[in-house]
């Protein structure tokens, strides 16, 4: 018989303090702080990607630094406190069911040093996401080795595939979990815990279409452009949730392509893909295929294919893209277009993440300890 799990403990009572590897832009921290979890760290190697991270979490401390070289000890020195919970997605590109696959991708490794310092922080839980392909043949034993070093500690629940859609967004993406939670615990956790969380999915139009004709209100010194809702009447259930409280946001520059390309762009039935540049067409009534995230400039700076917006002969905003995603309008990305899908294509949803931990925290029992009320 487990004996009941004993959380690490702060002078106020059980702390709820995780760390974010890999963190990016932030959409797995997202999902954490909406389920009622204090990330006090977060540690990525990417100036760019993570250029807007401290905007978006004053109250995170973001270290530039490269994980594979990170130890437990320096993350509890740099943290200060006990650490309930370490998650992140190390890079996928190594992985990829899209790319090369190259197993001499030296990105493969860093998934063995995520479980490397859960291994040295002993945290009551951690959660690992990445790429459908890390469960191929090909890569299931990379997955399998970086996880034996803990095997022995926790009951871990994976590899598990997740859809962002059946958890309520308006996205299909998905996306290989691995979840372990120490074997002090009374029970571990199970998918059906998980799957409670499911919701129906949102559409496109649900997700977008209140911000059609959006008004512009220029450019800041920092260079991020800023735009105000003007659509009347009440918006869908899941745009009110994302809406800032003064309808403005950043991110929504228009792409303004030749004639020639907006007509063949315009003749793309919905749910169609364009023949030439393999964009697909977004359905108002329907979900967002998988955002990509294109490459940075030491891998040659190659955009990833964009959707089309569903009535207008053009590539989605950076702000629709975070809408579909299940990013706030309060979010922000980076001034320029490229890099900003860079970090949307890079993300985790923060719907789906935030299903997880609350999954997680209710396994945990830790609802009275963070001031909240069953759901």
């Known amino acids: 018989m487990k004996t009941a799990l004993r959380l690490p403990q702060t002078q106020s009572g059980a702390a709820m303090t995780l760390v974010d590897l ?25 100036a760019t990607l993570t250029s807007s991270f401290a905007l978006n979490f004053p109250n995170t401390r973001l270290y530039l630094r490269d994980v594979g070289k990170l130890t437990g000890s320096t993350i509890r020195e740099l943290v200060g406190k006990p650490i309930l919970g370490v998650f992140g997605g190390p890079p996928c590109q190594g992985f990829s069911d899209i790319g090369r696959r190259d197993t001499r991708d030296p990105r493969r490794k860093l998934l063995g040093h995520f479980f490397r310092i859960v291994s040295e922080l002993k945290p009551t839980f951690f959660v690992m996401e ?7 043949e090909d890569a299931r034993g990379v997955l399998d080795t970086a ?30 979990f691995v979840i372990g939670i120490d074997k002090d615990a009374e029970s571990p956790l199970k998918l059906e815990d998980i799957r409670a969380f499911e919701r129906p999915a949102a559409t496109v139009k649900s997700a977008i279409a209140d911000l059609v004709e959006a008004e512009p209100l220029g450019i800041s010194e920092d260079e991020f452009d800023y735009w105000r809702i003007t659509k009347r009447g009440r918006p869908s259930e899941y745009a009110r949730l994302l809406r800032s409280d003064d309808g403005r946001f950043a991110g929504h520059r228009i792409v303004e392509h030749k004639a020639q390309v907006a007509k063949r ?26 955002l990509r995230a294109g490459t940075g400039a030491d891998k040659g700076s190659r ?66 300890a963070m001031g909240i009320a069953a759901e």
Not at 34 to 45: E, K, L
Not at 130 to 136: E, P
Not at 148 to 160: E, F, M, N
Request: charged fraction near 20%; charge should be positive; aromatic fraction near 10%.
């Open 22 to 46: 890999f963190c990016g832009c932030g959409g797995f921290s997202l999902g954490a702080h909406n389920a009622g979890f204090d990330v006090a760290a977060a540690f990525d190697i990417d």
């Open 130 to 136: 990445n790429v459908r392909g890390l469960v191929y």
């Open 147 to 176: 996880i034996k070093p803990i095997a022995d500690q926790y009951d871990i629940l994976g590899p598990v595939i997740f859809d962002a859609a059946d958890f309520g967004a308006a996205t299909r993406r998905r996306r290989v």
């Open 265 to 290: 762009f315009a003749s793309v039935a919905p749910g169609a893909t364009d023949p030439v540049g393999r964009h697909p067409r977004l359905a108002w009534d329907g979900q967002c295929p998988t």
């Open 303 to 368: 955009q990833a294919v964009r959707p089309l917006h569903p009535e207008e002969p053009r590539v989605i905003t950076v702000r629709e893209a975070a809408r579909l995603q299940g990013f706030p309008d309060r979010h922000m990305f980076h001034p320029t277009i490229w890099h900003s899908f860079r970090m949307i294509g890079n993300s985790v949803s923060p719907i789906v993440a935030e299903a997880v931990f609350r999954a997680i925290r209710r396994k945990l029992g830790l609802d009275a």
